[in-house]
């Protein structure tokens, strides 16, 4: 299957017709439970699975594991406690100068979180080496 991504700004200006636009690039994509994988590269590296992630504020998070393995020169790193409760300590941290190539679409990006995602793939059972957040989308 193939997933189309329409801009949020031509469904605005479009409305209800807004179904009539083709979308400007199709991307395959593979399912885990409810969450979307779509196959990214980073640096020329192999195909990395990146969940499209309509809820993550940033446009591109890469997962720890593979900034590392990547040897990406890391910035800002800090400790901050995610979720509710006992919750967990993670640590976060950006990288600039990356290239992002999503099925033929290349990004030089300036900069990008680098965060652990170790439980998430933990929670669904899949290796996730990124997410694609609301800003790549739209």
Request: glycine share 10%.
């Amino acid at each position: 299957p193939d997933i189309g991504l329409v801009p949020a700004a031509m469904k605005l200006r479009y409305g209800k017709n807004a179904s009539a636009i083709k979308p400007l690039r199709q991307f395959p994509f593979e399912t885990a439970g409810t969450k979307i994988f779509v196959h990214v590269r980073l640096n020329d590296s192999k195909p990395l699975q990146f969940i499209l992630d309509t809820g993550c504020p940033e446009a591109f998070v890469i997962a720890r594991k593979q900034a590392d393995a990547l040897k990406l020169k890391l910035q800002n790193e800090r400790r901050v406690h995610i979720g509710a409760g006992e919750g967990k300590q993670i640590v976060t941290a950006m990288t600039s100068g990356v290239t992002f190539n999503v099925h033929g679409e290349k990004l030089i990006l300036q900069s990008a979180q680098v965060v652990q995602l170790d439980h998430v793939s933990g929670f669904i059972g899949k290796r996730v080496d990124g997410l694609l957040g609301n800003r790549f989308i739209g």
